[in-house]
Structure formats: structure tokens, C-alpha cells
């Protein structure tokens, strides 16, 4: 079992920056990959960026070049998102994929970012 809370959602202003953490508890040695998803209102949830365990990464193209994910230890990974736009506001959530699965099974709670003037 693995347990996760995000941290760090809020309101900014077009062009502000925010940065996600979230912190894994629980069989962390079980996680193979994390990610940060986002569902806007009316919309279904989508990827954002994921980073495996050895550190390789890759982004929605909407983000790439404004979103940086990365991992400080064994338990936390950040989303850094800098250059928001009104198009980014949704909740965002962290997940994680356990080895030998083939989905994100465990996921937090949830931060509401909301990028608006």
C-alpha cells in the first residue's frame, strides 16, 4: 500500500510560477514511477508529467519547456510550473505506478491550481 498527499496548490496570477510536492508513505521500494495528472471542469483527466525511479521524465506537450517534475529523495516528488496560463487551472494529482503494474493505481487527494487575474 502506498499513501499520497500533494501540498502547494493556490491562486497566481497569468505568468506566476507554483511549485506541487508530494510526499510518498507507505511500501515506497513498491513504486516503479511517479506522475502529477490534472482534470479541469468538463474536461477528463490528463497526464502532466511522470518520472520513473532512474530519473527519466517526459511531459504533456502542453507543458514542455514550462513544467519541470523531479524527484528530491525517495519520498517526494515536485512539480515545478512556471509560465502558467488560465489553461492550467485544474486539480492536480499525484500518482504512482507499482512495479510489474500497467497503470497508476495509487493516487492523493488532490490541489486545486487556479491561474487567474
Known amino acids: 500500500q502506498v499513501q499520497l498527499a500533494e501540498s502547494g496548490g493556490g491562486l497566481v496570477q497569468p505568468g506566476g510560477s507554483l511549485r506541487l510536492s508530494c510526499a510518498a508513505s507507505?511500501?515506497?521500494?513498491?513504486?516503479?514511477?511517479m506522475a502529477w495528472h490534472r482534470q479541469a471542469p468538463g474536461k477528463e483527466r490528463e497526464l502532466v508529467a511522470d518520472i520513473t525511479r532512474g530519473g527519466s521524465t517526459g511531459y504533456a506537450d502542453s507543458v514542455k519547456g514550462r513544467f519541470t517534475i523531479s524527484r528530491d529523495n525517495a519520498k517526494n516528488t515536485v512539480l515545478q510550473m512556471n509560465s502558467l496560463q488560465p489553461e492550467d487551472t485544474a486539480v492536480y494529482y499525484c500518482s504512482a505506478l507499482l512495479w510489474g503494474k500497467d497503470k497508476y493505481d495509487y493516487w492523493g487527494q488532490g490541489t486545486q491550481v487556479t491561474v487567474s487575474s
Open positions: 507507505g511500501s515506497i521500494f513498491s513504486i516503479a514511477s
